[in-house]
């Protein structure tokens, strides 16, 4: 069958934000039934194509002629003042903005820290972990308790601290630099954020090539050392990335999860029952969030055709990853949280070479939490409306500012 081909400007400005705690805005649906490939402005007066569809979606994660690279000419920045592009240009380029051969030079030193055989022997100390923040809720006499400051982000800002290295008397720092980075308040408390925590980082990669340790930065140093190579820009870029990517995804996810399970008891029993279920639930509340929205662009290096759309060298794309997540092709009733859809061949990880690195970690953090919050607080609750929490409408990571529950 023969896909719709849009042509002009679609009437969409992106970045949009959530109407609906849960559902996509409005619009995507709307643009999506237009085309899965369209062309739409950004807020900072440019103009992108809005990839929509599920299978467009993974078309263009998966080509190579698309560059991650922030610094080309064309590549899809929300915001292109002066300030944003020099900082972008002044600074060596994360694994994310990597392409290629470079990419996977870097990918490759630091994939083996994340293969499921390796974090399964993580496995009791992420348990232990847990255990410990929800034993200090239990032990709490003031109710309501946020979520979100208790177990959502202690525990894997815990989990990558440890994995790290990093102490985790900073994580009060580093946690709120990173809230500030991909927030959408002023570009000047951002781009203060983003420079006060490369000196962090900058700093501690400084004393760990001084005193190594047992954990993944130490045992990369030592590597480099022995090859004779070491690369301290390259350490602290993606010392960075870690760090910050480590914590802020998986606590939203797990705050968000809490969320999607206490409003779907139905879903929620079938996992108490039967904690086996507990994976693809996993799966299904990853692929309804979708949390990381519109931060996967790419730009064209040449011309290329994907859904019959005949993209430009030079022209920017950006990938809605959520509403290829909510595309009725790929996922039948996509606006109904159904743990048992099977939803592997979600996007909510990204695709194709620059696929999370972290997955893995994430996906085993999130079961773990679930599974023992649900068994030891079988009568969690809300304490507040949905409708009335704080989601983080704001911000580059979609999420929840605090959720206030009680048992």
Same mark, same amino acid.
């Given at each position: 069958?023969?896909?719709?081909?849009?042509?002009?400007?679609?009437?969409?400005?992106?970045?949009?934000?959530?109407?609906?705690?849960?559902?996509?805005?409005?619009?995507?649906?709307?643009?999506?039934?237009?085309?899965?490939?369209?062309?739409?402005?950004?807020?900072?007066?440019?103009?992108?194509?809005?990839?929509?569809?599920?299978?467009?979606?993974?078309?263009?994660?998966?080509?190579?002629?698309?560059?991650?690279?922030?610094?080309?000419? /064309?590549?899809? @920045? #929300?915001?292109?003042?002066? $300030?944003?592009? &020099? +900082?972008?240009?002044?600074?060596?380029?994360?694994? =994310?903005?990597?392409?290629?051969?470079?990419?996977?030079?870097?990918?490759?030193?630091?994939?083996?820290?994340?293969?499921?055989?390796?974090?399964?022997?993580?496995?009791?100390?992420?348990?232990?972990?847990?255990?410990?923040?929800?034993?200090?809720?239990?032990?709490?006499?003031?109710?309501?308790?946020?979520?979100?400051?208790?177990?959502?982000?202690?525990?894997?800002?815990?989990?990558?601290?440890?994995?790290?290295?990093?102490?985790?008397?900073?994580?009060?720092?580093?946690?709120?630099?990173?809230?500030?980075?991909?927030?959408?308040?002023?570009?000047?408390?951002?781009?203060?954020?983003?420079?006060?925590?490369?000196?962090?980082?900058?700093?501690?990669?400084?004393?760990?090539?001084?005193?190594? /340790?047992?954990? @993944? #930065?130490?045992?990369?140093? $030592?590597?480099? &050392? +022995?090859?004779?190579?070491?690369?301290?820009?390259? =350490?602290?870029?993606?010392?960075?990335?870690?760090?910050?990517?480590?914590?802020?995804?998986?606590?939203?996810?797990?705050?968000?999860?809490?969320?999607?399970?206490?409003?779907?008891?139905?879903?929620?029993?079938?996992?108490?029952?039967?904690?086996?279920?507990?994976?693809?639930?996993?799966?299904?509340?990853?692929?309804?969030?979708?949390?990381?929205?519109?931060?996967?662009?790419?730009?064209?290096?040449?011309?290329?055709?994907?859904?019959?759309?005949?993209?430009?060298?030079?022209?920017?794309?950006?990938?809605?990853?959520?509403?290829?997540?909510?595309?009725?092709?790929?996922?039948?009733?996509?606006?109904?949280?159904?743990?048992?859809?099977?939803?592997?061949?979600?996007?909510?990880?990204?695709? /194709?070479?620059?696929?999370?690195?972290?997955?893995?970690?994430?996906?085993?953090?999130?079961?773990?939490?679930?599974?023992?919050?649900?068994?030891?607080?079988?009568?969690?609750?809300?304490?507040?409306?949905?409708?009335?929490?704080?989601?983080?409408?704001?911000?580059?990571?979609?999420?929840?500012?605090?959720?206030?529950?009680?048992?």
């Amino acid at each position: 069958m023969t896909k719709n081909i849009a042509n002009g400007l679609a009437d969409l400005e992106l970045p949009v934000e959530r109407g609906c705690p849960f559902a996509p805005p409005a619009a995507y649906e709307r643009l999506r039934e237009r085309a899965p490939i369209n062309k739409v402005r950004l807020t900072s007066g440019g103009e992108a194509w809005w990839v929509a569809g599920h299978e467009e979606a993974r078309a263009v994660l998966a080509d190579a002629r698309f560059s991650s690279d922030k610094r080309k000419n /064309g590549f899809p @920045l #929300f915001t292109l003042d002066a $300030a944003t592009l &020099r +900082q972008f240009r002044s600074q060596p380029p994360l694994m =994310l903005g990597m392409d290629g051969a470079e990419h996977a030079a870097a990918r490759r030193p630091v994939i083996g820290e994340f293969t499921v055989k390796r974090l399964a022997a993580l496995r009791p100390r992420i348990q232990d972990i847990v255990d410990h923040f929800i034993d200090d809720m239990l032990a709490t006499d003031q109710r309501p308790v946020d979520l979100v400051q208790a177990l959502s982000l202690a525990v894997p800002s815990l989990v990558i601290c440890e994995l790290l290295g990093v102490p985790y008397a900073d994580h009060d720092f580093f946690q709120s630099r990173t809230t500030m980075m991909v927030s959408r308040n002023s570009q000047e408390d951002r781009l203060r954020a983003l420079g006060e925590l490369r000196a962090f980082i900058d700093d501690l990669i400084t004393r760990k090539e001084s005193e190594p /340790g047992d954990d @993944l #930065f130490g045992r990369l140093i $030592a590597r480099q &050392r +022995q090859e004779g190579a070491l690369d301290h820009a390259g =350490l602290v870029s993606l010392a960075f990335l870690l760090l910050t990517a480590g914590h802020e995804t998986t606590a939203n996810m797990i705050s968000l999860g809490v969320v999607g399970l206490l409003t779907h008891p139905e879903q929620l029993t079938l996992i108490t029952a039967d904690p086996g279920r507990t994976p693809m639930a996993v799966e299904e509340l990853l692929r309804y969030f979708t949390i990381a929205d519109g931060v996967t662009s790419r730009v064209a290096t040449e011309d290329v055709e994907i859904g019959g759309v005949s993209i430009k060298a030079g022209e920017g794309v950006v990938v809605s990853m959520l509403s290829a997540n909510w595309d009725p092709a790929a996922f039948k009733d996509p606006a109904e949280l159904d743990i048992e859809r099977g939803a592997r061949h979600h996007v909510a990880f990204g695709f /194709g070479p620059h696929q999370c690195l972290g997955q893995n970690l994430a996906r085993m953090e999130l079961q773990i939490v679930f599974d023992t919050l649900f068994r030891r607080i079988p009568t969690l609750r809300l304490t507040a409306p949905v409708d009335d929490l704080p989601f983080k409408s704001d911000a580059v990571i979609y999420g929840v500012h605090e959720l206030p529950v009680t048992w």
